[in-house]
């Protein structure tokens, strides 16, 4: 998944901007969280290279995900390999099926005042790279995520293949309980540890930035930013 980006307004409202940096078309797909309404847009195609913007009104909680394969017919309805949310192409309160990597995040209801809250999530598994790039008016906020193709070091029983090799990387929280990938980073201090059995524990994925991939709330720290364009 490209680039997604909120510009905070005077009325603290924001703007999202999702860009594809694939090679092949991606259909975003939003959920809003608890309390905060559905954007505008609840999911869309993007081609290779193609940019949307979605105004977010101020306080606005969600998830923003990426799905690939997708095959709609004229009214909307169909099936995406990875990411599917009900097999609709605007997802309108569903979430996404995993495995799918997520961006989440809380707006600050102040303006330059509060702060904003975001992350990048492997807990749901993982289907394509998605990074987070900060740039406040109030200074440096810390890029969040991972562009690395991680389907080619998934291990095989977490694999999600449709005969052309993995598409997505289930998570092995899902699975059995495990940490997937063992670690947890968060969007300040980039510190991580190691909890998983063996077989997660790193495997290959030792290359990942902040990011974090198991859903123990107390230990998530996830980043923080102030009147801010992010981009994912």
């Known amino acids: 998944m490209g680039s997604s980006s909120w510009l905070q307004q005077a009325s603290a409202a924001m703007t999202f901007t999702i860009s594809n940096y694939c090679s092949y078309p991606i259909w975003p797909g939003t959920l809003a969280g608890s309390g905060t309404p559905q954007l505008s847009t609840t999911g869309f195609r993007l081609e290779p290279g193609q940019t949307v913007r979605l105004a977010t009104p101020a306080g606005w909680s969600g998830r923003i995900w990426a799905r690939t394969g997708c095959v709609f017919d004229a009214d909307g309805q169909g099936v995406?390999?990875?990411?599917?949310?009900?097999?609709?192409?605007?997802?309108?309160?569903?979430?996404?099926?995993?495995?799918?990597?997520?961006?989440?995040?809380?707006?600050?209801?102040?303006g330059s005042s509060d702060q904003d809250f975001y992350d990048v999530s492997l807990v749901?598994?993982?289907?394509?790279?998605?990074?987070?790039?900060?740039?406040?008016?109030?200074?440096?906020?810390?890029?969040?995520?991972?562009?690395?193709?991680?389907?080619?070091?998934?291990?095989?029983?977490?694999?999600?293949?449709?005969?052309?090799?993995?598409?997505?990387?289930?998570?092995?929280?899902?699975e059995s309980d495990a940490?997937?990938?063992?670690?947890?980073?968060?969007?300040?201090?980039?510190?991580?540890?190691?909890?998983?059995?063996?077989?997660?524990?790193?495997?290959?994925?030792?290359?990942?930035?902040?990011?974090?991939?198991?859903?123990?709330?107390?230990?998530?720290?996830?980043?923080?930013?102030?009147?801010?364009?992010?981009?994912?």
Do not use: H
């Not at 990411?83 to 600050?108: N, S, W």
């Not at 440096?140 to 449709?162: F, I």
């Open 80 to 110: 995406c390999q990875t990411g599917d949310c009900g097999g609709r192409m605007q997802c309108a309160g569903a979430g996404a099926t995993p495995p799918a990597t997520l961006f989440e995040v809380t707006l600050g209801k102040q």
């Open 124 to 174: 749901d598994g993982y289907n394509l790279p998605v990074v987070a790039i900060p740039r406040s008016r109030q200074g440096p906020c810390n890029t969040t995520g991972c562009m690395a193709d991680l389907n080619r070091s998934c291990p095989k029983e977490l694999q999600v293949d449709c005969g052309g090799g993995a598409i997505a990387c289930r998570s092995a929280i899902k």
């Open 179 to 232: 940490v997937f990938l063992g670690a947890q980073m968060n969007g300040q201090s980039g510190a991580g540890n190691g909890t998983g059995p063996p077989i997660y524990n790193n495997g290959g994925y030792g290359f990942l930035p902040p990011i974090y991939n198991y859903g123990d709330a107390g230990s998530r720290d996830p980043g923080l930013l102030a009147s801010s364009v992010v981009q994912l």
